[in-house]
């Protein structure tokens, strides 16, 4: 099938919830994915930071055929299976972590981390969640509701009751709102579809130590940022500012559907059995490629350390060859934003022509999300094209 036939198929028969660009994606090797049609993209959405090995990677294949040839690809939590057990302990001793719970999605995993600190602040008649402007969380109710974007609950009144928006890296905005009903403060310490925003070290550390004062949990959520994306296996890490639930999605199952709500410290324990669960939680396939993509995290995130840098001072050069265009560019490791003065798909679709695939994030921001596998060939190829698509809108 060609790609316009998929395209048309696809618009008669989805519900119309997306808008989708009009390519269907049919293989893929390391960076480099191919449409319906045969044209090549180096990819630099990754699937929208998911595809953390890249394509056709060997390892991930050998786990998923062994899974395959065991004949059981799910074996619900009534049971406990190797690869989801394997997971954990590999999570827990990255992370410094105490405790996981599986889920299959970012969403899932920040209703686990809500549910959690309501749970923790139940006996102590605390139920307030702070959460921040132009964050983004996922799109269940719990979720919408602490995304901090208005856009996002358009349409869909009443939000959770008892959650209360601040403003991001702005720490007296959060002393205004907390108090003793505060159970939860949920954050992502790079913020993702907000605009690749960046928290800065001292609200981090401020947020830690008003949550300690007032024995509230401090939530990051890592769906976009964490396993390996910034340069450190989790994002804290850049930070030294431990949470006490880490929420994480993405590219932890790499390429499978998979989410946890990690515990750490005094978030351990919280959750009794009945409390909260998901049929497809720790679900095996998942999970072998969870392991895969874990047992190499160290590793990959030192190479992102290295070459993140070097993504970052092209699209600095970038951001100052085309000032009528491009505001700045920011971000750490492999998830970086070129703010822009014009409408990014603009942008979007002139590299996709040229053999990119980039993303926006927010209303002004081109996204640069890359398989953690990227060269610096491949770097040097993706910011080419985007110059000259800029080049281009210029004139
Ligand atoms: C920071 C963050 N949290 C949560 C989510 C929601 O994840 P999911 O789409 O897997 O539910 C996303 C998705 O983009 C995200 O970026």
């Known amino acids: 099938m060609s790609n316009k036939e998929i395209v048309e198929a696809g618009k008669a028969n989805y519900m119309n919830n997306y808008s989708q660009f009009p390519i269907a994606i049919k293989s893929g090797k390391g960076a480099v994915v191919t449409d319906e049609d045969g044209k090549e993209y180096i990819d630099f959405v990754a699937g929208i930071a998911v595809n953390a090995l890249g394509y056709g990677d060997e390892e991930e294949k050998k786990a998923l055929l062994s899974v395959i040839d065991s004949g059981v690809l799910h074996t619900s939590n009534l049971y406990y299976n190797s690869h989801a057990v394997h997971a954990a302990q590999l999570l827990n001793s990255i992370a410094g972590s105490k405790e996981v719970f599986f889920c299959n999605s970012g969403a899932e995993a920040n209703e686990a981390a809500l549910k959690m600190a309501r749970k923790y602040g139940s006996e102590k008649g605390k139920s307030e969640i702070i959460s921040f402007a132009h964050s983004f969380h996922g799109r269940t109710y719990g979720a919408i509701t602490v995304t901090g974007q208005e856009k996002y609950h358009k349409g869909f009144a009443p939000m959770l009751p008892g959650v209360v928006y601040a403003e991001y890296n702005d720490l007296d905005s959060v002393k205004a709102l907390i108090s003793d009903r505060t159970a939860g403060i949920i954050v992502e310490p790079l913020q993702g579809e907000g605009g690749i925003i960046p928290a800065e070290k001292s609200f981090l550390e401020g947020l830690r130590r008003l949550a300690d004062e007032h024995d509230a949990l401090l939530i990051f959520d890592e769906v976009q940022c964490g396993m390996g994306r910034t340069g450190k296996p989790f994002c804290f890490q850049n930070y030294g500012v431990e949470p006490d639930v880490m929420t994480l999605a ?47 995290l160290p590793s990959l995130s030192e190479e992102v350390m290295k070459k993140g840098e070097y993504l970052g001072k092209k699209l600095d050069e970038l951001a100052s060859k085309h000032p009528s265009l491009c505001t700045e560019a920011r971000g750490m490791g492999f998830m970086r934003g070129l703010d822009l003065k014009i409408p990014p798909r603009d942008v979007i679709s002139k590299c996709m022509e040229k053999g990119l695939l980039v993303c926006s994030a927010g209303y002004t921001v081109l996204r640069f999300v890359p398989p953690l596998i990227v060269t610096e060939a491949d770097i040097d190829k993706a910011v080419s094209i985007v110059d000259e698509s800029l080049s281009e809108l210029e004139g």
């Open 250 to 296: 993405k590219a932890l199952g790499g390429g499978l559907p998979m989410g946890a709500a990690v515990a750490f410290g005094k978030a351990a324990g919280i959750f009794a059995p009945g409390d909260h669960a998901a049929t497809f939680g720790g679900n095996v396939a998942s999970a072998a490629l969870a392991e895969v993509m874990l047992s190499r």
